[in-house]
């Protein structure tokens, strides 16, 4: 994926012009959400031996000895007591806020509280936005050994680990035991769910810091009219609603299609870098329960029947998108929804967060916004719905880290159930909750809205990974190029599918084809399985 894309995500909260509107909504997202009164008492619950205090509802997120964040304070202030002073953690800047500020009134901030609980100091080092992966290479490459934990995004475990530049954490796992799996805190989708987000050829390579799990809205002032309603119905002889099937996607997005009155269809994103975690979710409905990418011997199966139909579905769809919509990136499309002038959207599960927001007066979509599942189709007399998981940083122990234990020890706390729900809540940053902890807390419920976390949830179970093996970037990239050779009809749809299969195969055979038939087989089980009724 382009460093562009990278930029365009988290630039558009960090710097200015079309950002501006998201920047005011990080910043004053905390008034919009009403913290509760703070605690004139400092103490934590009984039984409790760490976790913030100081504002209502801080005993949620307070741990007892015999917990993950509990085991890893405690095994952390042994190593404290036997020199380990400080760990060095490379950050995006754009993430950074959710460690280092305070939130609600009357807490303390992450940093601060793992400081004083272990007296080990967290340093944190900005990483330019979109330019985490590169910076961890080149601290690789060269044995700078400038972090301790590298923070970058998810699917590039694997490439990471081939490299030998983090190390595996399966002994610090069994020592200290996250407890990730957790049925009632732990990811979704338990072990499966661990393996789609930490792990990498059956080994923990990292810790989940994100949730990047594409996430489908759509306008509920449009979907609720009367005279809308009445309009489709008698086109299409079905009730208007939240479109279930793609076909049904396809048919709405033409219906609400008015560009001579600023009204797209729907602007899921087709440019370069992007566009193609859509072309995924499309393909990958096709079989039941997945269509996957690759077979059993490694084979590419895009260039097939199914590889075909989605790309014609994925050109198809350009007839209802901006004429611009291959150069579209983040900022266009949180900038078009925010003026009302769209109908639907795929995008990160952030969206609502920052424009169903009373505080944000420049959004012209508050109160007005519905979260959908992702559009599926019917298999074998099931719904096959899925999304796609796209970026999500994880974090890393480098194999320079001087203290690894340590690393990992803070990484358990970090992403714990209790610690990371409080942190996902907190406006700062770009941390997306995750974890089934996350979508039951209230700060994290009124941050991202009620109605969203249910879907978000559910979204998340239906989530298929992209790409994570060695090699991961290159084979993302030939399937991006010809998908827009697609777009722009420099090829057929046949064209592209043949070509990126042919590139496949390239990059397989220089990247060690039993190596990657490993990645395959271990990577299939963190795939989804769930299916609806067809209704």
């Not at 619950?45 to 949620?60: S, V």
């Amino acid at each position: 994926m382009s460093n562009l894309v990278r930029i365009s995500r988290r630039g558009l909260l960090a710097s200015g012009g079309k950002a501006a509107l998201l920047v005011g909504a990080v910043g004053i997202a905390p008034k919009f959400i009403r913290p509760g009164r703070a605690y004139a008492a400092d103490a934590l619950a009984a039984g409790m031996i760490g976790g913030p205090t100081g504002f209502e509802g801080a005993e949620r997120y307070q741990y007892g000895p015999d917990t993950p964040e509990g085991r890893a304070v405690e095994a952390a202030k042994a190593m404290k007591a036997g020199g380990v002073d400080r760990i060095v953690l490379g950050l995006s800047d754009g993430s950074i806020g959710q460690l280092t500020q305070p939130f609600p009134a009357g807490a303390p901030s992450i940093k601060d509280l793992w400081e004083r609980e272990t007296g080990i100091t967290l340093e944190i080092v900005g990483v330019p936005n979109g330019q985490e992966f590169t910076k961890t290479m080149q601290d690789i490459s060269t044995k700078g050994g400038a972090y301790d934990i590298y923070a970058v995004e998810w699917n590039r475990l694997g490439d990471l680990a081939e490299t030998g530049g983090i190390i595996k954490l399966d002994d610090f796992v069994a020592k200290h035991r996250p407890e990730w799996d957790d049925p009632e805190a732990g990811y979704v989708n338990g072990a499966s769910g661990v393996s789609l987000l930490n792990q990498y050829r059956g080994s923990t390579y990292g810790v989940s810091l994100d949730g990047d799990f594409q996430t489908w809205v759509y306008r509920t002032d449009l979907f609720n009219d009367e005279a809308e309603k009445k309009a489709f119905s008698d086109k299409h002889g079905y009730e208007l609603a939240a479109p279930r099937t793609w076909k049904q996607l396809d048919e709405i997005s033409l219906f609400f299609h008015r560009p001579d009155k600023n009204m797209l269809g729907s602007t899921d994103i087709r440019n370069q870098g992007w566009g193609y975690t859509n072309w995924y979710q499309r393909y990958v409905s096709m079989g039941s329960p997945n269509q996957f990418l690759f077979d059993d011997t490694g084979t590419p199966l895009i260039n097939s029947e199914a590889g075909i139909a989605a790309t014609r579905e994925y050109i198809d769809s350009l007839a209802y998108k901006s004429p611009d919509a291959i150069s579209w990136g983040w900022p266009e499309q949180y900038g078009n929804f925010a003026k009302g002038g769209a109908a639907m959207t795929c995008a990160f599960s952030n969206l609502p967060k920052f424009l169903d927001n009373p505080a944000n007066k420049d959004s012209a979509v508050t109160g007005k916004i519905g979260s959908m599942l992702p559009p599926g189709r019917e298999v074998d007399g099931k719904l096959v719905s899925r999304s796609v998981l796209w970026l999500n940083l994880s974090a890393s122990v480098s194999s320079q880290a001087k203290n690894p234990e340590a690393c990992y020890l803070f990484l358990q706390w970090l992403g714990s159930s209790r610690i990371y729900a409080w942190m996902t809540a907190n406006p700062g940053g770009y941390f997306d909750p995750f974890r089934l902890s996350d979508f039951s807390d209230p700060l994290v419920r009124q941050t991202y809205h009620a109605y969203h976390m249910d879907v978000v949830r559910e979204t998340v179970a239906r989530t298929v990974p992209t790409i994570n093996y060695p090699g991961a970037t290159a084979f993302h990239n030939a399937l991006d190029e010809n998908l827009v050779a697609a777009l722009t009809k420099a090829k057929t749809a046949e064209q592209a599918m043949a070509d990126t299969e042919t590139e496949w195969l390239r990059i397989a055979r220089r990247t060690g084809e039993d190596k990657l038939l490993e990645a395959i087989k271990t990577n299939k089980a963190a795939w989804p399985t769930i299916l609806d009724p067809v209704v």
